[in-house]
């Protein structure tokens, strides 16, 4: 294990913004986890665990204290489950399904960051989450130093959250286990995926693929952490008064109330779409994702998602919440 000073992490998110890593260290084994945590304990320094950088957002200032990027790697098959390393990339092993004609993750196609990110806010894309195929998964509690074994029932799934979100202190995935099925069937409930109920694995896949390029800048021109905030979900009363207000606002019935479509709102309703300050702006294809020019400060991108939230506030009074993790 090799503990770096001073390391630029900008590069290795998928913002491509922020400042530095004042300690920085990978992590090839369980071991090596330990060793950093027992680092940072001993340094007094508050741990930051990376994974592949697709939904956080570093401050100018950097991170001032240690950033451990997972490379827990590996992955096996055991019949038709699929067990893989935290730090493998969640699209690669996405294709690895599917060239092995395993269903039930080909909907999540393209999602960027690492395997081990994946189920802390329950990555989910065209009516599919990583909660319907989760078997288990383990993880090291930082508190106890011990590796534990969590069913999925015991992962607290909900929409875009897990216990691993509500508790970023805890808990470090290390490896996580996919129960997939040849016997499957195409998940085309999405209106994107409409008419495709008898499609191949494939198919589907090269179709999500083709969507979400449409609707994601291109992480090789300009930097974001797909959708910044999350979708309201608010009372029917609330729903219904939104809904004479802006005619034609999608809405879909939740445990709790009633979903929105905040990229639906800030296009038709509030006419944001493009907004911008300094190289952060609302991406014109979907405004649920803030898309960042090369060298946009994070300040820039804060700025821009507090202005959003005002307005949501002030206009539809919605609170929104950011998916987004700032790191500061
Ligand atoms: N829309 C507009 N204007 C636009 C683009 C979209 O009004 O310019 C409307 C569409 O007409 C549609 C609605 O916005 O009614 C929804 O768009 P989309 O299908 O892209 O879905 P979303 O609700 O905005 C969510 C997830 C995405 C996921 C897609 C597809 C959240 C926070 N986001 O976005 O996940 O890929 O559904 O399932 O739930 C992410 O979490 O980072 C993420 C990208």
Same mark, same amino acid.
């Given at each position: ?144 130093? $011990? ?89 029917? $009363? ?91």
């Amino acid at each position: 294990m090799t503990v770096e000073e001073n390391v630029p992490i900008a590069p290795i998110t998928t913002f491509c913004i922020g400042g530095p890593a004042r300690y920085f260290v990978r992590v090839t084994t369980v071991d090596e986890l330990r060793e950093a945590l027992a680092f940072a304990k001993e340094k007094d320094l508050k741990p930051f665990v990376l994974g592949g950088g697709s939904n956080v957002l570093i401050d100018d200032a950097g991170f001032n204290g240690l950033v451990i990027k997972i490379e827990l790697m590996g992955v096996e098959q055991e019949g038709e489950a699929l067990i893989a390393g935290a730090g493998e990339s969640w699209d690669v092993l996405v294709a690895r399904a599917i060239e092995a004609g395993l269903w039930g993750i080909e909907n999540l196609s393209g999602i960027p960051g690492t395997v081990g990110a994946a189920p802390v806010q329950n990555i989910g894309a065209y009516g599919t989450e990583i909660k319907d195929t989760l078997l288990w998964l383990e993880a090291l509690d930082m508190q106890t130093g $011990e590796v534990v074994r969590f069913a999925n029932a015991e992962c607290g799934f909900g929409y875009r959250t897990s216990v691993f979100k509500r508790e970023p202190r805890r808990y470090v995935i290390m490896r996580v286990a996919l129960q997939l099925k040849k016997d499957g069937h195409a998940q085309a409930s999405y209106k994107d995926l409409g008419g495709m109920d008898s499609a191949t694995i494939a198919q589907i896949r090269a179709k999500v693929l083709d969507i979400r390029a449409g609707k994601f800048p291109d992480l090789s021109v300009e930097g974001t952490a797909g959708s910044f905030f999350l979708n309201p979900v608010v009372s029917v $009363e609330q729903a219904g008064q939104l809904a004479s207000k802006y005619a034609g606002m999608p809405q879909f019935a939740v445990a709790g109330g009633v979903k929105l479509s905040l990229a639906w709102l800030l296009d038709n309703a509030l006419g944001l779409k493009g907004t911008a300050v300094g190289g952060a702006r609302l991406y014109e294809k979907q405004p649920l994702v803030i898309a960042a020019a090369r060298n946009t400060p994070a300040r820039d991108v804060r700025a821009l998602a507090d202005l959003v939230a005002q307005k949501i506030k002030d206009e539809c009074k919605i609170d929104v919440e950011q998916e987004v993790r700032v790191i500061v």
